[in-house]
Each structure stands twice: as C-alpha cells, then as structure tokens.
C-alpha cells in the first residue's frame, strides 16, 4: 500500500517558517516528480511547488517564488518544503504528491497537513 505521510505544519506568526516533511513508504518515487499543493478554506487546491526526479529542477506557483523551497532525498524517499517569510494568506491544508505532470493532478496525495498563519 502507498502512503505518502506529511509531518511539520502548525500555528506560526507572520514573518516565520516552517519546513514541511513528506516520507513515501510502500514504493519508491525516486524516478518521479513530486511536490506540494494546498487548499485553504473555500478555494480550490493549487499548485505549490514540485521537484524532478533528480532534484536539478524545481518550480514553484508565484505567490511562493522566493520564499519557499522545495528539495527531496531519494535515499529516504522523502520530499520537504521549507517555507520562509509566510504570510496569513499561506494558510491552508498543504498536501504532498508523487507521480504527475506539470498542470496534470498527481497520481498520488498524501492525507494533508495544516499550516496557519496569524497576523
């Protein structure tokens, strides 16, 4: 059974970070892109940010460009978001995924992991 497990999210004061885990168990995705999407209340889940299988490429929606980072370790089957200068409006549910193309929905999610950001 696949199982992608996210770690790291909590309540942070505008201005801090946070760095987000995400540990793959039950298949390796070492040959896949993988990164980050959200939901906050009301709205549609988005695009955050995803990484190549390789970790040589990464990209990243706008509103996260220069303030988040994402990076991964095959050996460990694990992907992580560093968060950095958040924002109230970064509040959200933020989910892991595997397995997709750019523009395209991932093949697998993890159960999501909620931030908040208080002004």
């Known amino acids: 059974q696949v199982q992608l497990v996210e770690s790291g999210g909590g309540l942070v004061q505008a201005g801090g970070s946070l760095r987000l885990s995400c540990a793959a168990s039950g298949r390796t995705f070492s040959g896949d892109r993988m990164g980050w999407f959200r939901q906050a209340p009301g709205k549609e889940r988005e695009f955050v940010a995803a990484?190549?299988?390789?970790?040589?490429?990464?990209y990243y929606a706008d509103s996260v460009k220069g303030r988040f980072t994402v990076s991964r370790d095959n050996a460990k089957n694990t992907v992580y978001l560093r968060m950095n200068s958040l924002k109230p409006e970064d509040t959200a549910v933020y989910y892991c995924?595997?397995?997709?193309?750019?523009?395209?929905?991932?093949?697998?999610w993890g159960q999501g992991t909620q931030v908040t950001v208080s002004s």
């Open positions: 990484i190549s299988w390789s970790g040589a490429n990464t």
């Open positions: 995924a595997a397995r997709f193309n750019l523009g395209a929905l991932p093949d697998y």
